[in-house]
């Protein structure tokens, strides 16, 4: 009965150095979502997957944010040149479909600080 | 565009009482979700209750309630007996567009005084 997991639990780079973080799902759940946090402030969402399949990525703040997920599980969003502005905590949540009523169970976080 | 709005950045209760925490929403969508959820300081989010826009009944889930009010476009969540910990910022968050994402309110941090 694993939750979602994700790695690593906190992450420091320097500005513009690429990095990535990793999401680990509940086995099964075919519906995995990106929001990340700032300090102090409410979720924003940054891309959903159904499946292997990522159809809408405008949520992303720039084309240095990426995200793929393999095998129908395991997902990786990358933030290339690494700004300060990407500080904050990315929250991974995966659910077993994409319909509505499904909740959303989170990971604990990553938490990513540029320096 | 989808929007949650909750107003109180900071509520108080005394240990044992009951407490309100409000959330209004925005959508021209006629099917929606609303949620909430608590966030301690440890950081996960927890997931504590769930009202569809088409449910007839509020939601509870022990000891917290939903007073859905779809007139109002509003979901205020009611914990009951609260306890020390209960202490943590809670987000209303609603669900559109075929539950592809959630739109998250601003929070609101709790504080259970004993």
């Known amino acids: 009965g694993a939750g979602v997991s994700q790695s690593p639990s906190n992450k420091v780079t320097e500005k513009g150095k690429d990095v990535e973080l990793r999401c680990d799902p509940i086995s099964g759940h075919t519906a995995l979502y990106w929001y990340r946090q700032s300090l102090g402030q409410g979720l924003e969402f940054l891309i959903y997957f159904q499946g292997n399949s990522a159809p809408d990525k405008s949520g992303l703040p720039s084309d240095r944010f990426s995200a793929e997920r393999t095998g129908g599980s395991v997902s990786t969003l990358t933030i290339q040149r690494t700004q300060q502005e990407d500080s904050a905590v990315y929250l991974c949540?995966?659910?077993?479909?994409?319909?509505?009523?499904?909740?959303?169970?989170f990971g604990p976080g990553t938490r990513l600080l540029v320096l | 565009a989808q929007k949650i709005t909750q107003t109180q950045p900071g509520m108080f209760v005394q240990e044992k009482e009951a407490v309100t925490l409000d959330c209004t929403y925005d959508?021209?969508?006629?099917?929606?979700?609303l949620f909430w959820y608590k966030q301690p300081s440890s950081g996960e989010m927890i997931f504590l209750i769930y009202q569809g826009s088409y449910d007839q009944q509020n939601a509870t889930e022990g000891r917290y309630s939903l007073n859905f009010q779809k007139a109002r476009k509003s979901a205020n969540l009611v914990i009951s007996a609260s306890q020390l910990g209960d202490s943590a910022m809670y987000f209303c968050a609603m669900s559109v567009e075929y539950g592809n994402k959630l739109v998250f309110g601003a929070g609101t941090i709790l504080r259970v005084k004993s």
């Open positions: 949540a995966s659910s077993p479909t994409l319909m509505q009523q499904e909740t959303q169970y």
């Open positions: 959508t021209s969508d006629p099917s929606y979700g």
